[in-house]
DNA sequence: GTCCAGGGTTCGT
DNA sequence: ACGAACCATGGA
C-alpha cells in the first residue's frame, strides 16, 4: 500500500521515464550488460560504436573476437570483461533459438537460465527480464535500495530475491494482472534511478529531499514502518 | 585529484 | 555466508 503510494509520489513529480531506450529486445539485453556500475552515457557511446560496426545483433557480437568487440565497447568501461560477457550472452541467445523463442519459459524458468549465463547476475538478469521481455519481475539496485531503507520500509541489506520478492508481493495487491505490473514495475525502477540523480548520496543524512518530503510534506505515508 | 556511475565474478575468511 | 579485490571509462 505504501509503495503504491510512493509510486505516485514519484510519478507526480517526475512524469513518464521512457524506459529502456533501445530499438529491440537484443539492444535492451546489451545494454544491461554494458551498463553494469556504469553511467548511461558511456553505455550510449559503446551502443552507437556496435551499430556502426554492423554489430548490434547476436550473430555478430559471437563471431566477432574478444579483442575487436572489447574496443568497440571501449567507452563503456571493464571493456575486456563486457566483451566476454556479450558474447557469453549472445552464444545463449543463438543456441536458444533466438530472442523471440524465450517466450516458451515461464518467468521463474527464464530468470533461472539468465542467471546461469555468465556475467548476468541478479539485477541485469531483472533487466532483461523486465524491459526486454515484458516480465513482471521488480528490479533491486542500490538505488532502491537507499531510497527504501530512507523510508523505513525495508533495512536495506536484505538478501535480493527477499526485497524483490516482498516488493513484488506488496505491488501485486494494487494489480490484477501480470499485464498491469510489467508497466507499473517498468515506470517503478525508472523513476527511482530519476529520483537518486537529484537526491543525496550519502546513506545518513536523510535530508528531506531524499526521503520525498519535499515532494509529499503531509504524506502521512512516509512516517510508517510497516510495508 | 577524488568520487562514482542503471554490477558480477573470484577468492579469501 | 560474507567481505574485499578486481575490472576501467568518462563526467562532475
Redesign the pocket.
Known amino acids: 500500500m505504501r509503495l503504491f503510494s510512493i509510486y505516485q509520489i514519484l510519478f507526480d513529480r517526475y512524469g513518464q521515464q521512457h524506459?529502456?531506450?533501445g530499438d529491440n529486445a537484443f539492444e535492451i539485453m546489451v545494454?544491461?550488460v554494458l551498463?553494469?556500475?556504469?553511467?548511461?552515457?558511456?553505455v550510449e557511446?559503446a551502443i552507437d560504436g556496435l551499430r556502426r560496426k554492423q554489430l548490434l545483433n547476436a550473430e555478430g557480437m559471437a563471431a566477432c573476437s574478444p579483442e575487436q568487440l572489447a574496443q568497440v565497447i571501449?567507452?563503456s568501461?571493464?571493456?575486456?570483461?563486457?566483451a566476454k560477457r556479450l558474447q557469453s550472452l549472445c552464444h545463449w541467445l543463438i543456441g536458444q533459438g533466438g530472442v523471440a523463442a524465450l517466450a516458451r519459459y515461464d518467468d521463474a524458468s527464464l530468470r533461472q537460465l539468465l542467471l546461469s549465463v555468465?556475467?548476468?547476475?541478479?539485477?541485469?538478469?531483472d533487466?532483461i527480464l523486465l524491459?526486454a521481455c515484458q516480465r513482471p519481475v521488480f528490479v533491486i539496485?542500490?538505488y532502491t535500495r537507499r531510497l527504501f531503507s530512507r523510508l523505513a520500509l525495508f533495512q536495506g541489506d536484505e538478501?535480493y530475491d527477499d526485497m524483490r520478492l516482498a516488493v513484488q508481493e506488496a505491488l501485486s495487491k494494487n494489480t490484477v494482472s501480470s499485464a498491469e505490473r510489467v508497466p507499473l514495475f517498468n515506470e517503478y525502477h525508472a523513476l527511482i534511478?530519476r529520483h537518486?540523480?537529484i537526491a543525496c548520496?550519502k546513506k545518513s543524512p536523510r535530508c528531506d529531499q531524499c526521503c520525498l518530503r519535499v515532494l509529499c510534506p503531509s504524506a502521512s505515508v512516509l512516517s510508517s514502518n510497516v510495508v
Not at 77 to 82: E, H, L, P, Q, S
Not at 118 to 125: L, R, Y
Open positions: 524506459w529502456w531506450p545494454g544491461a551498463t553494469q556500475n556504469t553511467a548511461w552515457a558511456n557511446r571501449r567507452p568501461g571493464y571493456f575486456n570483461i563486457k555468465h556475467g548476468i547476475g541478479p539485477e541485469t538478469a533487466d524491459y539496485d542500490a538478501a534511478v537518486a540523480k548520496r
